[in-house]
């Protein structure tokens, strides 16, 4: 993890925005008037849920260089705080609850990130996974999380905002879809300024870092907190856009595996890569039981499909950090590149640095 | 009026349980030692080896052959993994290694269960679980076996280590991998028999924790209950594990009883964590653990 992954296509500035315009129209205008119910609902808004959590995640990991095993527990810190706050503050608009609930995992994120100050390596990988078993044991435990539910859960809110209200599939991928979008681009902003230069330098040689003079308590708790941000705000999507009805257990180990998964699979350090690594693990276990059945027939019932998932996903970790630690996206950027030099026109090739 | 017994009754339950995490920690230690991976597959391979063998056994291999199999897949397994996984990753930040034996985790998983099946398995080894009344406290007998296990386990590596070639190898190895090569030792072949060795232990720890627990998914998890050991008993010694595990063993009991009623119970699954990290704050390599040398 020694280059700083390219945020932009070396593509000229007007080929770039026509194509982000292009983007933006088939994600916000065609999609939400042409798309079924079932591909927003079930595909697209927990990729667009996923994709910010890994947004989150890759800001501690991929660019400050700090293991997070416990990105659920934000998830569900995000989610419950939200619930909580629509629940007893019911003046706020939606929208602040959002930021709000982000505020709060963020408070819990650089909570849990204080022991990364005086460890190294392992240790904070394991404080986070501290964190993950004690948020989701609060959360069943106390009653007052989940407005005294016996099990944990809640049930979310209709999403509305400004008046308008979001009920329908289409409705809660846009406001997904909106939500996403500007906290990426917020991301995408904090990384390309001093802060962002910061992290990377904390994750290439922290006391080099030191020594030019990035403050390192700072810089590692301003990580935690924006990572925790993030993924709070995506664990808001995730309950009150997606689910609509989420219970502590949801929020487990395995769904931090995910997002961390998803960050290596896409590309650590890399916001596009986060995209990518998100739409895999979500389309793929669709594709798997697809294919698995067309081939196997009924041999391939659902404990099949889930114990083969995980051997796949599992060997694909194995293999993309053997051959391509890049992940994905960098598949995507040679890719590119081969299209360029194809159809002869003029670009720079690819650099990684 | 305090109840010493009772005190005592939790306590030596804990100090055996926590022989039990000790036996899965020896086994992150001595691939952490030599190759300097934290092996998170190791609860993983404590599934494996414990469902292959009780799949073998309920399919009517005898006890011994059964016994054997199992080994010579572990075995097996060692060898693969340094093959498959660590030579290509040979040179590669830890974090890059120990993210590697996730996906490691997950396919070894995977594995076990769809070839085997995710049906809970009973195991028995033919030791009884009667509590045995020694002056008014009770203690579980299978606790006592596993502890005596756990023990000669200890004591073997120990003299492994000491005696033998491969022994000095690995201590070599450990010690300075550079240095090491540099005399000539085989480094993928020490890998491939540490990894041996910790799929051995795994093993043991899975017939054990099997016993227990029955053989399932679950078993898997103990490698959660590891990982606080090795926090507080330092991730590269072997002493540090066993002393580890009796403290995250006593204190987990402790915590549970006297302190878990005051906010509402359940908490075992996250003190040993706490107290670890507490204690990392205060003393960074663990109890046992070697002192790194960082002027940061």
């Given at each position: 993890?020694?280059?700083?992954?390219?945020?932009?296509?070396?593509t000229?500035p007007v080929a770039?925005?026509?194509?982000?315009?292009v983007?933006?129209v088939?994600?916000?205008?065609?999609?939400?008037?042409?798309?079924?119910?079932?591909?927003?609902?079930?595909v697209l808004?927990?990729?667009?849920?996923?994709a910010?959590?890994?947004v989150?995640?890759n800001?501690?990991?991929?660019?400050?260089?700090q293991?997070?095993?416990g990105?659920?527990?934000?998830?569900?810190?995000?989610?419950?705080?939200?619930?909580?706050?629509?629940?007893r503050?019911?003046e706020?608009?939606?929208?602040?609850?959002?930021?709000?609930?982000?505020?709060?995992?963020a408070?819990?994120?650089?909570?849990?990130g204080?022991?990364?100050l005086?460890?190294?390596?392992?240790?904070?990988?394991?404080s986070?996974?501290?964190?993950?078993?004690?948020?989701?044991?609060?959360?069943t435990k106390f009653?007052?999380?989940?407005n005294?539910?016996?099990?944990?859960?809640?049930?979310?809110?209709?999403?509305?905002?400004?008046g308008?209200?979001?009920?329908?599939?289409?409705?809660r991928?846009?406001?997904?879809?909106?939500?996403?979008t500007?906290a990426?681009?917020?991301?995408?902003?904090?990384?390309?300024?001093?802060t962002?230069?910061?992290?990377?330098?904390v994750r290439?040689h922290?006391?080099?870092?030191?020594?030019?003079g990035?403050?390192?308590?700072?810089?590692?708790?301003?990580?935690f907190?924006v990572s925790?941000?993030l993924?709070g705000?995506?664990g808001?999507?995730?309950?009150?856009?997606?689910?609509r009805t989420v219970?502590?257990?949801?929020?487990?180990?395995d769904?931090?595996?995910?997002?961390?998964?998803?960050?290596?699979?896409?590309?650590?350090a890399?916001?596009r890569g986060?995209?990518l690594?998100a739409?895999?693990?979500?389309?793929?276990?669709?594709?798997?039981?697809?294919?698995?059945a067309?081939?196997?027939?009924?041999v391939f019932?659902?404990?099949v499909?889930?114990?083969?998932?995980?051997?796949?996903?599992g060997?694909?970790?194995i293999a993309?950090?053997?051959?391509?630690?890049?992940g994905?996206?960098?598949?995507?950027?040679?890719?590119?590149?081969a299209?360029?030099?194809?159809?002869?026109?003029p670009?720079?090739?690819?650099s990684?640095? | 009026?305090?109840?010493?017994?009772?005190l005592i009754e939790?306590?030596?339950?804990?100090?055996?349980?926590?022989?039990?995490?000790?036996?899965?920690?020896?086994?992150f230690v001595?691939?952490?030692k030599?190759?300097?991976?934290?092996n998170?597959?190791q609860?993983?391979?404590?599934?494996?080896?414990a469902?292959?063998?009780?799949?073998?056994?309920?399919?009517?291999?005898?006890?011994?052959?059964a016994?054997?199999?199992?080994?010579?897949i572990?075995?097996?397994?060692g060898?693969?993994?340094?093959?498959?996984?660590?030579?290509?990753?040979?040179?590669?930040?830890p974090?890059?290694?120990f993210?590697?034996?996730l996906?490691?985790?997950?396919?070894i998983?995977?594995a076990?269960q769809?070839?085997?099946g995710?049906?809970?398995?009973?195991?028995?080894?033919?030791?009884?679980?009667?509590?045995?009344?020694?002056?008014?406290?009770f203690?579980s007998?299978?606790?006592?076996f596993?502890?005596?296990?756990a023990g000669?386990?200890?004591?073997?590596?120990?003299?492994?280590?000491?005696?033998?070639r491969t022994?000095?190898?690995?201590?070599?190895?450990?010690d300075d991998p550079f240095?090491?090569l540099?005399?000539?030792?085989?480094?993928?072949?020490v890998?491939?028999?540490?990894?041996?060795?910790?799929?051995?232990?795994a093993?043991?720890?899975?017939?054990?924790?099997?016993?227990r627990l029955g053989v399932?998914?679950?078993?898997?998890?103990?490698?959660?209950?590891?990982l606080?050991?090795?926090?507080?008993?330092?991730f590269?010694s072997i002493a540090?594990a066993?002393?580890?595990?009796?403290?995250?063993?006593?204190?987990?009991?402790?915590?549970?009883?006297?302190v878990g009623?005051l906010?509402g119970?359940?908490?075992e699954?996250?003190?040993?964590y706490?107290?670890?990290?507490?204690?990392?704050?205060?003393?960074?390599?663990?109890?046992?653990?070697q002192?790194?040398?960082?002027?940061?």
């Amino acid at each position: 993890m020694d280059t700083i992954a390219s945020t932009s296509h070396r593509t000229g500035p007007v080929a770039e925005s026509i194509l982000v315009g292009v983007a933006a129209v088939i994600a916000f205008g065609v999609i939400p008037l042409a798309g079924s119910d079932y591909l927003m609902d079930a595909v697209l808004t927990p990729f667009l849920a996923l994709a910010l959590a890994a947004v989150g995640l890759n800001v501690l990991t991929g660019y400050a260089g700090q293991v997070s095993l416990g990105s659920a527990a934000f998830f569900a810190v995000g989610a419950y705080a939200a619930y909580n706050l629509h629940l007893r503050v019911p003046e706020l608009p939606l929208l602040l609850d959002l930021v709000l609930a982000g505020f709060v995992a963020a408070a819990i994120g650089i909570v849990f990130g204080l022991p990364s100050l005086r460890l190294r390596g392992f240790y904070p990988a394991v404080s986070t996974l501290a964190a993950q078993f004690f948020v989701q044991w609060a959360l069943t435990k106390f009653g007052w999380f989940s407005n005294d539910n016996p099990s944990g859960v809640i049930d979310a809110p209709a999403l509305s905002f400004a008046g308008y209200s979001f009920t329908s599939a289409a409705g809660r991928y846009l406001f997904s879809l909106a939500v996403v979008t500007v906290a990426t681009i917020l991301t995408l902003r904090l990384l390309q300024s001093q802060t962002g230069r910061n992290f990377i330098a904390v994750r290439d040689h922290e006391i080099a870092a030191k020594v030019i003079g990035v403050p390192l308590l700072q810089t590692k708790l301003l990580a935690f907190g924006v990572s925790s941000f993030l993924i709070g705000v995506a664990g808001v999507l995730w309950a009150f856009a997606y689910l609509r009805t989420v219970e502590p257990a949801g929020f487990n180990l395995d769904r931090s595996f995910q997002i961390l998964f998803i960050i290596i699979i896409g590309g650590l350090a890399s916001l596009r890569g986060a995209f990518l690594g998100a739409a895999f693990i979500v389309v793929f276990p669709l594709m798997l039981s697809r294919l698995g059945a067309a081939l196997l027939g009924g041999v391939f019932d659902s404990g099949v499909l889930e114990m083969s998932q995980r051997i796949v996903i599992g060997a694909l970790i194995i293999a993309f950090l053997i051959t391509e630690p890049r992940g994905l996206i960098a598949l995507w950027d040679r890719f590119r590149a081969a299209i360029g030099r194809r159809t002869g026109r003029p670009r720079q090739d690819i650099s990684y640095n | 009026m305090f109840d010493y017994q009772f005190l005592i009754e939790v306590l030596v339950g804990g100090l055996l349980s926590g022989v039990m995490y000790s036996l899965v920690a020896i086994g992150f230690v001595v691939i952490y030692k030599t190759s300097g991976v934290l092996n998170f597959a190791q609860g993983a391979m404590l599934l494996f080896a414990a469902l292959t063998f009780v799949s073998l056994v309920e399919r009517g291999v005898a006890f011994p052959l059964a016994l054997l199999a199992t080994l010579a897949i572990m075995v097996a397994l060692g060898v693969g993994v340094e093959r498959a996984v660590l030579r290509p990753l040979v040179n590669q930040p830890p974090i890059t290694l120990f993210m590697a034996t996730l996906g490691l985790s997950y396919v070894i998983e995977g594995a076990a269960q769809l070839l085997w099946g995710t049906q809970v398995h009973g195991l028995d080894i033919g030791i009884s679980d009667v509590p045995l009344d020694i002056a008014g406290v009770f203690i579980s007998q299978f606790d006592l076996f596993a502890a005596a296990v756990a023990g000669s386990l200890v004591t073997l590596f120990a003299l492994f280590f000491r005696i033998t070639r491969t022994g000095l190898s690995f201590r070599a190895v450990a010690d300075d991998p550079f240095a090491a090569l540099a005399v000539g030792l085989r480094l993928q072949r020490v890998w491939a028999i540490v990894w041996t060795v910790a799929g051995i232990v795994a093993f043991v720890a899975g017939l054990l924790w099997g016993a227990r627990l029955g053989v399932q998914f679950s078993l898997s998890l103990v490698v959660l209950k590891a990982l606080p050991v090795l926090v507080l008993g330092g991730f590269d010694s072997i002493a540090g594990a066993i002393v580890g595990g009796l403290l995250i063993g006593a204190i987990e009991k402790l915590a549970e009883v006297y302190v878990g009623p005051l906010v509402g119970g359940g908490i075992e699954a996250w003190a040993a964590y706490v107290v670890a990290l507490a204690f990392l704050l205060v003393r960074p390599s663990g109890l046992f653990g070697q002192k790194l040398v960082e002027r940061a």
